[in-house]
């Protein structure tokens, strides 16, 4: 059975020309396989202006995620996001009550029964020498690696 796990982030980029309010959101993750190994990576930016800022990163980034797992045939994805809408919606805990959100939950619904999702939560930003399980320092350095991929998203305006 395919199984991987997606790390994914987003961040906020004010465009040039633009004020500080004004700009697009990068989006960034990558995948590992059961064994721990990436086996893809990928960033962009949204198509659209982010009123939500970064949070419109961090749920592009998901959508992102699923949609390279579903034209592999991946069977199970585990999300693990340092944004707890990017879970809280995708598991039916928040009810969507903004464009991004209900884009979202648009988007999860139109893909319901092609692939099992499993969203797991991790605090943003962490030290690794605070977590000395290796499952957490695993997550910490993907968490990371997803963060690098958003950022770098700055480099395509």
Do not use: C
């Not at 040039?16 to 309010?21: A, L, Q, R």
């Not at 982010?50 to 585990?78: F, H, T, Y």
């Not at 928040?94 to 619904?109: D, E, G, T």
Request: glycine residues 8%.
């Amino acid at each position: 059975m395919k199984k991987y796990t997606a790390y994914t982030d987003g961040s906020f980029i004010t465009e040039k020309s633009s004020s500080p309010n004004k700009g697009r959101a990068g989006w960034g993750f990558t995948v590992q396989n059961i064994k721990g190994e990436t086996v893809h990576e990928s960033y962009g930016l949204t198509n659209f202006m982010a009123p939500s800022r970064n949070i419109d990163g961090e749920v592009q980034a998901a959508i992102e995620a699923i949609k390279w797992a579903i034209k592999r045939e991946v069977k199970i994805l585990k999300i693990v996001t340092d944004y707890k809408g990017v879970q809280l919606w995708g598991d039916g805990t928040w009810n969507p009550s903004s464009k991004v959100a209900f884009r979202y939950m648009k988007f999860l619904n139109s893909i319901s029964g092609q692939i099992k999702l499993e969203f797991v939560w991790i605090k943003g930003h962490q030290e690794l020498q605070d977590y000395m399980i290796k499952g957490e320092r695993n997550r910490i350095l993907g968490n990371r690696k997803a963060d690098e991929l958003a950022t770098r998203a700055k480099e395509i305006i």
